[in-house]
DNA sequence: CTTGATGTGCAACCAAACATTGCAGGAGGA
DNA sequence: TCCTCCTGCAATGTTTGGTTGCACATCAAG
């Protein structure tokens, strides 16, 4: 067991939905089962070209992967890498959780000795 | 039901906890119970001062709150807080999932209709 | 009370990341 | 061909995470 408990976690892949703009792209991809630069600029409130960088981004943490279809380029989830980020953000929840409820018990102890 | 999914995130409170720095300094607060910003400086890989601009961002976000002792000045957890940060990364990754499960349901059910 | 060590706070500065505007180029439809 | 639409690149601005340097406050000796 490590005493620091996010260390266990890829800080690439945090940033990378770090960012809320990159989480509801990855919102929008999951809804609409794909998109392109333009298409997922149309419903947030960044021009397209932010758009295309964050793209770039989830594509090297290969969040995302784009395919050529005619002239546009269109991007889709990578469901096992998303899970990979689900799961992390599950484990750091989890940790924190257990941490809280340690002190909880310890605190309630403390106080038991002190009345008693 | 939203369409996007993290509408319903507060953005401020996620991005305290989505800089990897804060986390472990969460990490450390929690593990030793409190803690300065001279102490956590010296658990972590940066200056001082940077630590005391982190621990203000926590500060406003009600993450962590700051006590004077003596000529010391110890941040402590807000426990009922971290456990909505803990919350909110739970649903968004709960969403994901579920987006992800109901995707390999539609696509499972297109391929039988095609194949039927 | 003066000296020194330690803890904090403020200001200037630097680099990287998020976002913008502007423009050039490639692919499809009339 | 001409027009439209989608993409890509370059220059720029702004915010954020980080640093250094200095000033101020407090506690413990002497």
Request: hydrophobic fraction near 40%; charge should be positive.
């Amino acid at each position: 067991m490590s005493t620091t408990v996010t260390a266990v976690i890829d800080d690439e892949l945090w940033s990378a939905i770090g960012d809320p703009t990159r989480r509801r792209m990855l919102d929008l991809l999951l809804a609409e089962g794909g998109g392109t630069a333009t298409s997922l600029s149309e419903h947030l409130p960044v021009t397209r070209q932010a758009i295309a960088k964050h793209l770039a981004v989830l594509d090297r943490v290969h969040l995302v992967h784009p395919s050529a279809e005619g002239r546009e380029k269109r991007y889709r989830v990578d469901d096992a890498q998303l899970g990979r980020a689900v799961a992390q953000l599950n484990s750091v929840g989890t940790a924190w959780d257990g941490r809280l409820q340690r002190i909880r018990k310890i605190a309630e102890a403390i106080q038991r000795s002190q009345n008693g």
